[in-house]
């Protein structure tokens, strides 16, 4: 797209796309100029009947509000004591634990911007994120202080102080240089008074990382007034109440997980269900039945990997309180909606979202759903598609990027001065994922812009092709890529996943290409690979871009 098209679209609307009565009259609530958005979640709730209730619990230990408040003054004033001030970063590596989210919400009441990546990454990753933040401190789990020590010698300056969680501070190896110091000791003996710093709000609060699958990982800067913008929009979108009790199966370094499964319960004056314990389908359906949950906030192969192990295992979901079922981030095939429903009782609802816009854009919701599609536009969020032409698209069944107007927007990517130019065009945020909408206004999946290519001069969609794969029902999962073959001609290769017990095939293969060569010919796999697992991205996604570079090396 030139600089004419980006400027052209700044600041328009697409006036012509299908949008919902309830959109239409939804109006934001007004931002106070100045304010500390941990009063918004913790404080305001105290002295009312709330401040004795469950707020988090994590595993079987529960925090009131009362003692979540009296956790986040503690880990608030133990940062500003240990030489943290007001806008500088704390970068977190680590994974979901009471003290994760107290340090989270103390660096907001005391100004110090928490910045979250996955603790999936590699010791040379850590040392990129380190010198990107030029954090002042990082919060490190014990079981990832070998990552630190592998990049000891080249330490930036810029960090003075090493928090870690659940490990010895002593005798780790780190540098003089940095001061190292343990969580639990830190919070517990600091003062559990604070008084919040006032933030303006449009001051950078938090900050995420991209995953990192298309090229470096890029700070994603968000401000203050997320913290009311978001769980208002969201909880009138997906009706949250106090009575709510919500669990995100993805960690909290994630906008999938701690977005819906932590700030906006807390904002809400609901109880979060937060685990250290991985995801595995045992695990989530115990959380879903000893906790009475309402609503669960998942990804698709969370889901695949539950209906799976009921089916090996027989055993029935026991979720009567289950009220709301939200999936992201992978297109699915239907039949895992109906049999969703069969196994739960209530529907499995798709959405689609990023951390350059805080949180999901598109969704569907309880009073209005499409089985398959994304949803509609929720609340507050303007959608347009952009073809390759840089035009608008106005016809149903029609590809386009979609460009997200929100002022929950990225502010801009930390240090990354051109791509944020490239991403952020006026109130515009370009996301990268192609959609179409139907003639009732639902949104519905094409694939990412990154990920598609051509077979004989014509688009194919990674997306549709895996879902056609998925249909046979022997099938678990599946990734689809592009290589060249020796006469130097594009062909789509599928990586497949089979579900236990069953024995890849060449017939099976000859069953796939049957189900592809529905959807068009020259979508059909020129090359099937049966494999144990399919890569994927600290944040679950299939890892295409792995695939495309692992297949390059294979063939070069």
Not at 230 to 235: A, Y
Not at 297 to 322: E, R
Not at 437 to 462: A, I, M, N, Q, T
Not at 512 to 517: E, K, Y
Request: charged residues 25%; negative net charge; aromatic residues 10%.
């Amino acid at each position: 797209m030139t600089t004419s098209d980006a400027t052209r679209f700044a600041g328009e609307t697409n006036t012509k796309l299908p949008r919902s009565t309830d959109w239409q009259n939804w109006t934001d609530p007004e931002i106070p100029e100045m304010f500390n958005p941990t009063e918004r979640l913790l404080d305001r709730h105290i002295g009312s009947p709330t401040e004795a209730k469950t707020a988090l619990m994590v595993d079987d230990t529960e925090y009131s509000y009362g003692q979540l408040l009296d956790r986040t003054c503690r880990a608030a004033s133990a940062l500003t004591a240990i030489g943290l001030e007001a806008d500088t970063r704390i970068l977190m590596f680590g994974t979901d634990s009471a003290d994760y989210i107290a340090i989270w919400l103390g660096a907001v009441r005391a100004g110090i911007v928490p910045a979250v990546v996955s603790d999936l990454y590699k010791a040379e990753n850590l040392l990129y994120f380190i010198r990107d933040t030029a954090a002042k401190a990082l919060y490190i789990d014990g079981a990832q202080i070998d990552k630190l020590l592998a990049i000891r010698n080249d330490l930036p300056e810029t960090l003075k102080y090493v928090i870690v969680h659940d490990g010895t501070a002593a005798d780790t190896g780190i540098p003089e240089t940095v001061t190292v110091f343990e969580s639990k000791s830190i919070i517990a003996n600091a003062s559990p008074a604070f008084t919040p710093l006032p933030r303006h709000r449009n001051d950078v609060c938090y900050m995420f990382y991209s995953g990192g699958t298309t090229g470096t990982a890029k700070g994603i800067t968000h401000l203050a007034h997320d913290f009311i913008l978001v769980p208002e929009r969201q909880g009138a979108f997906w009706e949250y109440t106090p009575q709510d009790i919500v669990h995100a199966t993805s960690k909290k370094y994630f906008t999938h997980g701690l977005w819906p499964g932590v700030l906006i319960p807390l904002f809400w004056g609901a109880t979060s269900v937060v685990s250290a314990l991985p995801p595995s389908p045992e695990n989530v359906l115990d959380i879903l039945s000893r906790h009475n949950i309402t609503k669960l906030i998942t990804v698709p192969t969370i889901v695949k990997n539950v209906m799976l192990h009921i089916d090996q295992t027989g055993q029935k979901p026991d979720t009567p309180s289950l009220k709301l079922a939200i999936t992201a981030s992978e297109k699915m095939a239907p039949e895992i909606f109906e049999k969703f429903h069969d196994l739960f009782g209530i529907e499995l609802l798709d959405s689609i979202g990023s951390s350059e816009i805080t949180y999901e854009w598109i969704a569907n919701r309880q009073k209005e759903f499409r089985r398959g599609s994304l949803g509609k536009p929720v609340f507050g969020f303007d959608v347009r598609l952009v073809d390759i032409d840089g035009n608008d698209v106005t016809t149903p069944g029609t590809d386009g990027e979609a460009w997200i107007n929100s002022v929950t927007g990225c502010f801009f990517y930390w240090r990354k001065f051109d791509k944020s130019r490239e991403t952020f065009i006026g109130p515009w945020v370009r996301t990268g994922d192609t959609l179409y909408y139907d003639e009732d206004g639902f949104f519905w999946f094409s694939g990412r812009s990154d990920d598609v290519f051509k077979v004989k001069g014509l688009w194919v969609s990674p997306i549709e092709v895996e879902a056609a794969i998925t249909e046979n029902e022997s099938i678990l999962e599946a990734a689809v890529i592009s290589y060249e073959d020796t006469d130097g001609l594009t062909k789509p290769k599928a990586f497949i996943v089979v579900k236990p017990g069953i024995a890849p095939s060449d017939a099976l293969a000859d069953e796939i290409r049957s189900n592809v060569r529905a959807i068009g010919g020259y979508k059909v796999p020129e090359e099937i690979d049966f494999v144990d697992a399919i890569p994927r991205t600290t944040l679950m996604k299939i890892d295409r871009r792995t695939l495309r570079l692992e297949e390059a090396a294979r063939r070069s």
